[in-house]
């Protein structure tokens, strides 16, 4: 069974304050007729690290 997983979250992202790589919360702060833009935090210090848009495709669900 060749399954892709490639959504990727819980990544780590580099935090100029701490550093290193540090774990993120992914926060949601606009939803979009196109698509989600969240915003990534740092979960050490709680800096913003970046944000992301996801486009709307979660409607593919498996019956
Ligand atoms: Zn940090």
Redesign the pocket.
């Known amino acids: 069974m060749d399954k892709n997983y490639e959504e990727f979250h819980a990544s780590l992202l580099y935090?100029?304050?701490?550093g290193q790589a540090?774990p993120v919360h992914e926060r949601l702060l606009l939803v979009l007729p196109t698509g989600n833009l969240y915003d990534y935090r740092?979960?050490?210090?709680?800096?913003s690290?970046g944000s992301k848009t996801e486009k709307s495709q979660t409607e593919l669900k498996s019956p």
Not at 15 to 18: A, D, E, G, L, N
Not at 42 to 47: A, E, I, R, V
């Open positions: 935090c100029t304050r701490c540090m740092c979960k050490g210090c709680g800096q690290l």
